[in-house]
């Protein structure tokens, strides 16, 4: 893997360009509109359209084979060799890449103020945390050796370990410190940025797209203690896998 794979592999960047938005109507389609024309007569405002004016009774099937067709649709629906767990890694994906971002730059930054003057009727004293760039490891496990290592699905599951990583995030602080005058300027301290602080360990779903399984290693997934006929979706906690079922709901 190369050096720019592995960086894209190890962060994401949550920006969304105007590019990845799409028209709902292309270019030159025409407006419907409905206007009452001058030269309409009485007759045509006050004609009725019967309900089956306009529509054909056709079997569209006539002369097909219908039980062919119900075998192609069964071939096209499981081509994807992933459909059945592929609505799992898409949601786990868009967790990863979209949401948390999301969350951390809702409350970015974190603000503290102590000191109330109530002659001034303000915080004299302010305390600025601010969240940079977000980065995800692999996962990994350290030994009593102190060592770090790659860690596999199937090592999880035999060693009973939760498959999971660390996520980091650069830290920006500041203290703001008011004068006690009005035309005074206040004092602003900054600390030196803190990089890659670890945040917490987040589960990693088996074959998404921060899973070593999904990337190209030239390793077979047999070579690495994986069944070739798995396609993930879930979860390894304490050596157990775990599934999110999904429901569909009404709103």
């Not at 960047?13 to 009452?36: A, C, H, Y």
């Amino acid at each position: 893997m190369s050096s720019a794979e592995k960086s894209e592999y190890n962060s994401f960047n949550s920006s969304v360009t105007d590019d990845l938005l799409t028209p709902l109507r292309e270019k030159g389609e025409v407006d419907i509109s409905f206007d009452n024309k001058a030269d309409s007569s009485v007759e045509e405002k006050n004609e009725i359209p019967s309900l089956d004016q306009g529509f054909e009774e056709k079997d569209v099937f006539d002369g097909e084979n219908l039980r062919n067709l119900s075998w192609k649709i069964f071939d096209n629906y499981f081509s994807n060799t992933n459909r059945l767990t592929q609505h799992h890694l898409d949601s786990y994906n868009h967790f990863i890449n979209f949401t948390i971002p999301k969350i951390i730059k809702d409350y970015n930054p974190i603000v503290v103020k102590t000191n109330y003057n109530k002659n001034r009727n303000k915080f004299m004293d302010e305390y600025h945390i601010n969240f940079g760039d977000i980065y995800l490891g692999k996962p990994g496990i350290k030994e009593n050796d102190g060592k770090t290592k790659m860690l596999y699905p199937s090592e999880s599951r035999w060693r009973n370990l939760t498959y999971s990583a660390e996520l980091y995030l650069d830290v920006y602080q500041k203290s703001i410190k008011h004068s006690d005058t009005a035309t005074g300027q206040p004092t602003v301290k900054e600390y030196a940025p803190m990089k890659k602080v670890s945040l917490r360990t987040i589960p990693i779903m088996v074959k998404s797209q921060y899973c070593p399984l999904s990337a190209n290693t030239g390793r077979s997934q047999s070579e690495l203690g994986e069944c070739e006929y798995d396609k993930g979706g879930y979860f390894i906690v304490k050596g157990s896998e775990k599934v999110l079922i999904s429901q569909e709901r009404k709103l």
